[in-house]
């Protein structure tokens, strides 16, 4: 079965702080996705990134993230001036051309912890 | 806007069959998944539905009406493993974003 790693699997940081969360995707898989997940709730989506360029984010990705493939095989999620209430699980996730098209795979998470 | 529905929590005994339902109001719908997600873990992929009827995989079925927006996930033959939160998300498009349900906490009792 496919495997999505994402590197730190728990990263504590100062508020204001940035993060860089990163994400090692499966080969031929073109559909990328960040999402995060605050404890004991449900998991929210936050980007997607397609030909090398975003394609859809939500309301939570604001000017505080970005994300960019910088030697086109790892896949970052960046915060650039971390709060509070970015405490949160970030999965990203992936999707292929073909296959199942409600299935995607996820990473095991990062964990991030904003003192 | 964006709304799915689940109940938050179900318990049920080993060997038992289980019901979980969602209800959804999205702009636009493709499909809808079913993921598990044990404590501390990532969601993974049981099940999918894009056009209305039932889904059968060993001891998991997915169920859609579409004229209804409503779908259920049925557990047969419950483990203990089976203990975990479940969700169902609606895709909206090949290639676009799951919208996620709140979760069901499902415990399993022996």
């Known amino acids: 079965e496919p495997e999505v790693t994402q590197t730190p699997s728990h990263q504590v940081t100062q508020m204001g702080q940035e993060v860089i969360l990163r994400c090692v995707p499966i080969s031929n898989h073109l559909y990328f996705y960040w999402y995060r997940q605050i404890l004991g709730q449900k998991v929210e989506f936050l980007v997607s990134f397609y030909n090398n360029e975003i394609s859809e984010k939500s309301e939570i990705f604001d000017d505080q993230f970005s994300v960019e493939r910088p030697d086109g095989s790892n896949f970052t999620l960046k915060i650039r001036s971390t709060k509070l209430e970015d405490s949160a699980m970030y999965f990203c996730?992936?999707?292929?051309?073909?296959?199942?098209?409600?299935?995607?795979?996820f990473g095991p998470g990062t964990r991030l912890t904003v003192l | 806007g964006q709304s799915l529905e689940q109940p938050s929590e179900v318990t049920a005994v080993e060997g038992a069959i289980v019901q979980i339902n969602c209800t959804y109001q999205t702009s636009g719908f493709y499909g809808l998944s079913w993921y598990q997600q044990h404590d501390g873990g990532a969601p993974t992929f049981l099940s999918y539905n894009a056009l209305d009827g039932l889904e059968e995989t060993g001891r998991f079925s997915s169920f859609l009406s579409r004229s209804d927006s409503y779908g259920y996930l049925l557990l047969q033959e419950l483990q203990m493993k089976d203990s975990a939160s479940y969700f169902c998300a609606v895709g909206r498009g090949y290639g676009q974003n799951f919208v996620f349900g709140p979760g069901t906490r499902l415990s399993v009792l022996p």
């Open positions: 996730a992936m999707a292929g051309t073909s296959g199942n098209p409600g299935e995607q795979f």
